[in-house]
């Protein structure tokens, strides 16, 4: 009986340990953005002395907090639909269809290499392709930028996510006079809905997590996001922890609410399909 | 043989699907919109990069053509040289410890226990939570005036801890945070992989009386080496494009010593108007990146047929 009993104890053990190593860095973030910088500073504890709520008051009254919100959201959730629903037809295309000369996989593997190709090896010509086309610091600049990144992910989702579908469903429709594209919308897509929302999940958490195109594209409150405003706010109060807790608070905690109400979804998309 | 006649008959049977009239036309008009917008916006871009590698500007305006200047100037540079080797070093060391600590943290949760479940919901948020915040988090750990490791030092008896004003613990508190960030990835990966194991041979392992470690290298290591490898290949083609979590935490510094290759395209680029000479930067990243990756692909190719 004791081996097994060490045994638990160990397992427990290492349990906690991970628990403290994820959360405790997070914890002490949440804690700083509710002390004083005076108390950070002098006699930073585990948790504040004195409760306050000033560095969340200043964000929202100084700060545009509330402006970079609505603009992630904006450019967040419109990038995604237009990608989804762009990607699922592509994927769909991809999935069933045999063109001349194999056309259809030529795009499938041409979407995936793109894929693979960090966003930041095309900073400098977006970048060039915005200011000439005027959309510097839009939402429609980042809208744009953001829906192309999302396309090839959602095309590659969704077309394994249609491939997993019997055929014979659809045919069984057709035979019942659904025209190709009725089949689709009728039978395949309602069948694509987990995988829809699996893609959907991780596309929207991707992009109101997008920094490095937000920085380039944008310049003002009008169209800085979530994490370009932070990380310019930080950047101006370099020792106000207070503030900067506050903010990396505020600018973390939609995503990770919305990642922990939806994260049966999220495992596929977050391994790219590696793993189901 | 078996699969020539299956796959004779789903292509058959495709066609048949596909039907006459405008029908023809439906898988064209299904993939131009998400093959026009790429185009335009990626494939557009990559090749407009290509050209003002090519390029030299001052101003951010294009002056003369001058060939592939841009890019033996940068083989030369010792700021390039220097990052290649800094980002080289920071992939290798943040992925090595990911897959030790993500395979360790597989081996750990294989077994059913209580608690299993809020460790992988804890486990996605480091994962999720926006980069620039994660840089946050890491520069309230470092700040040697208000840190938690110069807390937790003063509380031993011990005075300020320096972290981002030393260039070795800089990089060295770059790769904490990119473990800590992307460990619980490489853990969910090889955890499926884990699981998705036939039970038989180490079944035969235990009839046959082999320790935990035996069974591991003979068994556990040869089978999970697929997901092994597409675990390690995605995990150092997202490493070698970090740049969100350097901005913010060190901009690159102190001097040079975390300044991986996006941060230094980035600083070209806008803050010293180099444009050409960023793009070509930039091009190399990209091939860097494609040559690893076709090199990955043709090592799962030849490594097993079912990869």
């Not at chain 1, 008051?57 to 609505?70: G, H, P, Q, T």
């Not at chain 1, 893609?199 to 409150?221: D, S």
């Not at chain 1, 503030?243 to 977050?270: E, Y």
Request: hydrophobic content about 55%; proline content about 5%.
């Amino acid at each position: 009986m004791t081996p097994n009993w060490k045994l638990s104890l160990t397992r427990a053990a290492i349990f906690v340990l991970i628990l403290g190593v994820v959360l405790l860095p997070i914890y002490w973030m949440v804690a700083a953005s509710f002390k004083s910088n005076a108390e950070i500073t002098q006699d930073a504890t585990l948790y504040p002395h004195v409760w306050t709520f000033d560095n969340y008051i200043r964000l929202f009254s100084e700060k545009e907090f509330a402006n970079y919100l609505v603009n992630s959201l904006v450019a967040t959730v419109v990038s995604v639909v237009l990608a989804l629903i762009a990607g699922s037809l592509g994927a769909y295309a991809i999935a069933r269809f045999h063109l001349k000369y194999r056309l259809e996989r030529k795009i499938g593997l041409s979407l995936l290499t793109l894929r693979i190709v960090p966003p930041v090896v095309i900073l400098i010509p977006v970048y060039l392709l915005m200011l000439s086309l005027k959309l510097l610091d839009t939402w429609l600049g980042l809208i744009i930028t953001y829906t192309a990144f999302n396309i090839t992910f959602c095309v590659w989702m969704m077309e394994s996510f249609f491939r997993e579908i019997p055929v014979d469903l659809e045919e069984a429709a057709m035979v019942d006079g659904d025209s190709r594209f009725t089949a689709f919308r009728r039978i395949a897509l309602p069948l694509a809905a987990p995988g829809l929302a699996a893609t959907a999940i991780f596309a929207v958490i991707v992009t109101f997590n997008e920094f490095l195109f937000a920085l380039a594209l944008t310049a003002t409150p009008r169209a800085m996001t979530m994490p370009r405003g932070t990380a310019t706010l930080i950047g101006r109060i370099d020792t106000d922890w207070a503030s900067m807790s506050a903010a990396g608070v505020l600018g973390a905690l939609p995503i990770v609410v919305f990642a922990l109400l939806v994260q049966r979804h999220l495992v596929r998309g977050l391994t790219m399909g590696a793993v189901k | 043989m078996t699969d020539v006649v299956k796959r004779g008959t789903t292509m058959r049977r495709r066609e048949r699907l596909q039907g006459a009239g405008m029908d023809l036309a439906l898988p064209y008009l299904l993939l131009a919109p998400a093959v026009l917008i790429v185009l335009a916006v990626l494939v557009y871009p990559l090749w407009d990069g290509l050209r003002a590698s090519l390029m030299f500007y001052r101003y951010g305006k294009p002056l003369d053509f001058v060939g592939l200047d841009n890019y033996i100037q940068l083989w030369t540079d010792p700021q390039f040289l220097n990052s290649l080797w800094v980002t080289v070093r920071f992939v290798f060391f943040s992925v090595a410890l990911e897959t030790i600590l993500g395979l360790a943290l597989a081996l750990f949760c294989l077994r059913e226990f209580y608690g299993i479940r809020i460790l992988r919901t804890i486990l996605i948020i480091p994962m999720v939570i926006t980069p620039v915040v994660v840089a946050i988090v890491f520069r309230l750990i470092y700040a040697s005036d208000a840190g938690m490791l110069t807390a937790f030092s003063e509380a031993m008896g011990g005075g300020q801890v320096q972290i981002l004003g030393d260039p070795l613990k800089a990089f060295t508190g770059l790769v904490v945070l990119d473990v800590w960030e992307w460990t619980p990835l490489m853990f969910l990966i090889l955890l499926a992989g884990l699981q998705s194991l036939p039970q038989e041979p180490f079944e035969a392992a235990r009839v046959d009386g082999a320790g935990p470690w035996r069974t591991f290298v003979d068994h556990t290591l040869p089978m999970l080496r697929p997901v092994l490898a597409i675990a390690i290949v995605l995990r150092t083609i997202d490493a070698f494009g970090t740049f969100d979590q350097v901005f913010v935490l060190t901009r690159g510094g102190p001097g040079e010593a975390t300044r991986l290759l996006p941060i230094l395209g980035y600083e070209m680029a806008f803050k010293f108007q180099q444009t050409g000479y960023a793009a070509a930067l930039f091009v190399t990243i990209g091939l860097i990146i494609l040559a690893f990756a076709l090199f990955a692909v043709r090592m799962l190719k030849r490594a097993g047929p079912d990869t």
